[in-house]
């Protein structure tokens, strides 16, 4: 069972009952990992990337014995708590009983891939893409595209044939006719989401599926948080 919570545009909680994973604390107007910490819970910090909208530096005020930090090895982090494990793109780390692969980005850092038991087959795993996306802005010029493009199938080549229980994934409004191409259609066609496809950084509206998404995948089960602190069991 895993239990998400709606942080704040691309920041969640999951919790399995035994930890919090918090993915890319950036704001959290509810408190939630606040509470969390009052209750004695333990927490892993997850940071994709530096980006500000990723990346509080506030985190290392939670920093505690039961306090982890997973972080890209670009973020400032090492030497300022207490454990604190620095990832590059392609590698593979094993904490207690948690497998944890960092996949690349196509934009700064990487994305996370982590399996909540090694030792249980069945156990949970958990993607968040940080800004792993198809970043194609309708404005641009075409070379720019291109590159945009080359970039994305590089990355989501690597994901081919991945099976994850709950992905978080960018869904954002600024690249308009585009904001599917990435998250809601490409990185579908690549990898099997079992329990919930949950749209992040989206920089606008909520995401309503189009039908050319619903034709394509009507039968990826879909949670798309309604505002800051929004919760789904799975």
Wanted: aromatic fraction near 14%; charge should be negative; glycine fraction near 8%.
């Amino acid at each position: 069972m895993l239990d998400v919570t709606f942080l704040a545009h691309s920041g969640f909680v999951v919790d399995d009952g035994k930890r919090c994973y918090v993915f890319d604390y950036y704001k959290d107007p509810n408190n939630i990992v606040w509470q969390l910490a009052k209750r004695g819970r333990e927490l892993w910090f997850f940071v994709s990337h530096t980006h500000g909208d990723h990346f509080n530096p506030s985190i290392t005020e939670f920093d505690g014995p039961q306090t982890r930090y997973i972080c890209h090895q670009d973020v400032p982090l090492e030497g300022k708590v207490k454990k604190c494990i620095t990832m590059r793109p392609g590698q593979d780390a094993t904490l207690d009983d948690v497998g944890i692969h960092m996949y690349g980005s196509t934009d700064e850092g990487g994305s996370f891939y982590v399996k909540t038991n090694t030792a249980n087959i069945d156990s949970d795993s958990i993607f968040h893409a940080g800004d792993l996306n198809w970043w194609h802005w309708l404005g641009d010029t075409p070379e720019n595209n291109a590159d945009a493009k080359r970039m994305a199938w590089r990355e989501f080549k690597e994901l081919e044939g991945l099976s994850v229980d709950v992905a978080m994934f960018p869904v954002d409004n600024r690249l308009e006719d585009a904001m599917e191409w990435g998250g809601s259609i490409e990185f579908l066609r690549r990898v099997d989401v079992k329990k919930a496809f949950i749209p992040m950084h989206l920089n606008g509206p909520l995401w309503t599926p189009s039908v050319y998404f619903e034709a394509l995948f009507g039968d990826v089960p879909i949670w798309a948080p309604q505002k800051d602190g929004d919760e789904c069991t799975f």
